[in-house]
């Protein structure tokens, strides 16, 4: 089971981009790694999810180097709303990967 | 698409009742649904995998007895926390898988118990 590593926290300022990585350096062939965001009292809502190099989306970007021991989130021009824990899972999802959540990171976004 | 919902939303009872929450897939069908359990200001702790049409599997320390789990159809799984106590007020949170083989897990938004 790839075990994941988070900052704690991070802070930043509207309209920056904000970069969070994550470690996972026992990732598995088959392990596809996901993002989540979650506001207080609210489920998770998926943000992101990949295999390796560069994901994007309407929402943020995933950066997967070639080993793959570690991916980085990408939020463009981020504002108050984007104030959230973040959440990185790693696991092998068409196997029998039971997710579970580590720490997250947890962003603040500052006026 | 891929979106699960929750019921009740928030529920407040007294200590020694029983309390069922819903979780269901709105527009998808999910072998596998997860229960979790949030603390205030901690992550989300895995309590249980239900299979629909078996019995659902418990984490360690999780009370199988008390943490009741039915997945009797492809859209529903329900959590039953029986004879509720105040150390079980919590934030419990159910996810589903979307596709089994690639996946992605969608969550509902969440059932605030409270135990008084």
């Known amino acids: 089971l790839a075990k994941t590593t988070q900052p704690i926290s991070m802070d930043s300022y509207e309209g920056q981009e904000v970069n969070i990585t994550c470690s996972h350096n026992?990732?598995?062939?088959?392990?596809?790694i996901t993002w989540y965001q979650q506001f207080p009292s609210q489920g998770p809502r998926f943000i992101i999810q990949?295999?390796?190099t560069k994901v994007t989306n309407e929402v943020a970007s995933l950066f997967i180097p070639a080993d793959r021991k570690s991916s980085t989130l990408s939020l463009p021009r981020v504002s108050l709303s984007d104030t959230a824990v973040y959440y990185c899972?790693?696991?092998?999802?068409?196997?029998?990967?039971?997710?579970?959540f580590g720490r997250g990171t947890s962003l603040i976004v500052h006026p | 698409g891929a979106v699960v919902s929750q019921h009740p939303s928030r529920v407040i009872c007294k200590s020694g009742t029983s309390v069922k929450i819903e979780c269901r897939s709105l527009?998808?069908?999910?072998?596998?649904m997860f229960w979790y359990r949030q603390f205030p200001k901690q992550s989300l702790m895995l309590m249980a995998t239900?299979?629909?049409?078996?019995?659902?599997?418990?984490e360690q320390g999780v009370e199988k007895d008390k943490f009741l789990i039915n997945h009797a159809s492809l859209t529903l799984s329900t959590l039953t926390v029986t004879s509720a106590h105040p150390e079980d007020s919590s934030f419990y949170i159910c996810?589903?898988?979307?596709?089994?083989?690639?996946?992605?897990?969608?969550f509902g938004p969440g059932t605030r118990l409270t135990v008084l």
């Open positions: 990949g295999y390796k």
């Open positions: 527009d998808f069908q999910a072998t596998t």
């Open positions: 996810s589903a898988r979307v596709n089994p083989s690639t996946d992605t897990q969608y």
């Open positions: 239900s299979n629909e049409g078996s019995k659902a599997t418990y």
């Open positions: 026992n990732i598995a062939t088959n392990d596809y």
């Open positions: 899972l790693v696991g092998d999802w068409g196997g029998s990967y039971i997710p579970t």
